[in-house]
Nanobody, 123 residues
């Protein structure tokens, strides 16, 4: 199983980025995929999750209305569109595969993790 996260970078407050997670080595259609982030000095937290069918999504309160998660089955890829970025969004972002079709937002529900991509929001 491999998860390759990309798309991070430096962006000004109010800007946008789209993170990409390319998955391989497992039945992509059968598992939920989540995005987590970890800021310096803080615990890792779940930002968003999308169900295996793509019909259900979860967003952390701090990002709801600004971030949007989606998945493209033909490319085994999950996207996280991040708009109206704030300095508090600065973190390393990771994608991960859940144990099943949905997730309870606990890290324990996830089995494999990507390497992370750094997002820095600063003027």
């Amino acid at each position: 199983v491999q998860l390759q996260a990309s798309g991070g970078g430096l962006v000004q407050p109010g800007g946008s980025l789209r993170l990409t997670c390319v998955a391989s080595g497992f039945a992509f259609d059968d598992y939920a995929i989540g995005w987590f982030r970890q800021a310096p000095g803080r615990e890792r937290e779940e930002v968003s999750c999308i169900s295996s069918s793509g019909g259900r999504a979860y967003y952390e309160d701090a990002v709801r209305g600004r971030f949007s998660i989606s998945r493209e089955y033909g490319k085994s890829t999950v996207y996280l569109q991040m708009n109206s970025l704030k300095p508090d969004d600065t973190a390393i972002y990771y994608c991960a595969v859940a144990r099943g079709a949905w997730s309870s937002s606990s890290e324990n529900d996830y089995t494999y993790w990507g390497q992370g991509t750094l997002v820095t929001v600063s003027s």
